[in-house]
Nanobody
Framework: QVQLVESGGGLVQPGGSLRLSCQAS????????MAWYRQAPGKERELVAG???????NYADSVKGRFTISRDNAKNAVYLQMNSLKPEDTAVYYC?????????????????WGQGTQVTVSS
């Protein structure tokens, strides 16, 4: 299977910044879209930002102008630069990738998920 490992989470004060990284590994044939989701206590998991293999991006309205998603296809990595953080950004952030792999074969793809990284915004 494909493994996704997130890093970069932590505690930051309101107005601060964090940069999350996600590294994919395993028997990967190709990766299509990659995205970041988050889940706050008592809330549903929501899409924060997504990016296609062609570089097209989309963002949740709540993070537009503050967060930037990017990817490095050569490294099978995706990043989330988070600026002007607010307490309501506090959540576990998850990386996901749609990929073809040794597990799926070339004809199929599936979504793989990382274990999540905690982001806490508090003074």
């Amino acid at each position: 299977q494909v493994q996704l490992v997130e890093s970069g989470g932590g505690l930051v004060q309101p107005g601060g910044s964090l940069r999350l990284s996600c590294q994919a590994s395993g028997s990967i044939f190709s990766i299509n879209a990659m995205a970041w989701y988050r889940q706050a206590p008592g809330k549903e998991r929501e899409l924060v930002a997504g990016i296609t293999n062609g570089g097209t991006t989309n963002y949740a309205d709540s993070v537009k102008g503050r967060f930037t998603i990017s990817r490095d296809n050569a490294k099978n990595a995706v990043y989330l630069q988070m600026n002007s953080l607010k307490p309501e950004d506090t959540a576990v952030y998850y990386c996901t990738a749609s990929a073809r792999s040794l597990e799926t074969g070339w004809a199929l793809s599936r979504n793989y998920w990382g274990q999540g990284t905690q982001v806490t915004v508090s003074s």
